[in-house]
């Protein structure tokens, strides 16, 4: 799947969203990818966690394990394992700490994949992965789509399958342009 047909996924899903929002990650950008309209779709979710995995595959070989943040990443990466032939947990946060919750856990040896939705920064990526560190042996990370244009230091290699060069800058050096926007906050970070 190449990058033009996952960002046709996304419009095509009312998911490629113009204004001045505020990110996960406290950065303001001019577009917002809200990734819950694609995956209200369970066939096109399917479609994208489908090449994803074929991605992973050849990068990494086998998978046992993904692991994801939660929220925003337990559908991307219960569909990416489905695909995998792979488990699949979800890290959640307690006291604003991720944590392997529920009686979820992560064997030890497992060849455990991240996966997320978006990677902006890779905070909430970093995070997780220093869960599955624990345990499992991380072959790497995946997403669906890096906004950090390949820039975002996970200390894993990144898979995606769109890098996009979005611009995203703190909330005290905003171009007169966006500041001239209310924002919006859709992410999930605070949940």
């Given at each position: 799947m190449?990058?033009?047909?996952?960002?046709?996924?996304?419009?095509?899903?009312?998911?490629?969203l113009e204004g001045h929002f505020i990110l996960s990650s406290g950065l303001h950008s001019p577009i917002f990818l809200q990734?819950?309209?694609?995956?209200?779709?369970?066939?096109?979710t399917a479609r994208l966690c489908e090449a994803l995995a074929r991605k992973?595959?050849?990068?990494?070989?086998?998978?046992?394990?993904?692991v994801s943040p939660a929220v925003g990443g337990i559908v991307p990466g219960y569909e990416t394992a489905r695909h995998l032939g792979a488990k699949a947990v979800f890290v959640e946060?307690?006291?604003?700490?991720?944590?392997?919750?529920r009686g979820l856990a992560i064997?030890?040896?497992?060849?455990v994949l991240m996966v997320e939705d978006i990677v902006t920064t890779g905070l909430s990526s970093r995070e997780c992965l220093a869960i599955a560190h624990q345990p499992g042996t991380i072959v790497g990370a995946a997403?669906?789509?890096?906004?950090?244009?390949?820039?975002?230091?996970?200390?894993?290699?990144?898979?995606?399958?769109?890098?996009?060069?979005?611009?995203?800058?703190p909330a005290d050096?905003?171009?007169p342009e966006l500041s001239a926007i209310p924002a919006t906050k859709p992410g999930s970070r605070s949940l």
């Amino acid at each position: 799947m190449t990058p033009d047909v996952v960002l046709t996924e996304f419009r095509e899903a009312g998911a490629l969203l113009e204004g001045h929002f505020i990110l996960s990650s406290g950065l303001h950008s001019p577009i917002f990818l809200q990734k819950m309209f694609v995956f209200m779709d369970p066939a096109r979710t399917a479609r994208l966690c489908e090449a994803l995995a074929r991605k992973v595959e050849a990068r990494f070989g086998r998978i046992d394990m993904v692991v994801s943040p939660a929220v925003g990443g337990i559908v991307p990466g219960y569909e990416t394992a489905r695909h995998l032939g792979a488990k699949a947990v979800f890290v959640e946060r307690e006291n604003g700490v991720f944590q392997l919750r529920r009686g979820l856990a992560i064997p030890a040896g497992a060849r455990v994949l991240m996966v997320e939705d978006i990677v902006t920064t890779g905070l909430s990526s970093r995070e997780c992965l220093a869960i599955a560190h624990q345990p499992g042996t991380i072959v790497g990370a995946a997403c669906l789509v890096d906004r950090s244009a390949g820039r975002a230091a996970l200390g894993v290699p990144l898979v995606s399958l769109v890098e996009l060069d979005v611009p995203a800058y703190p909330a005290d050096a905003l171009p007169p342009e966006l500041s001239a926007i209310p924002a919006t906050k859709p992410g999930s970070r605070s949940l």
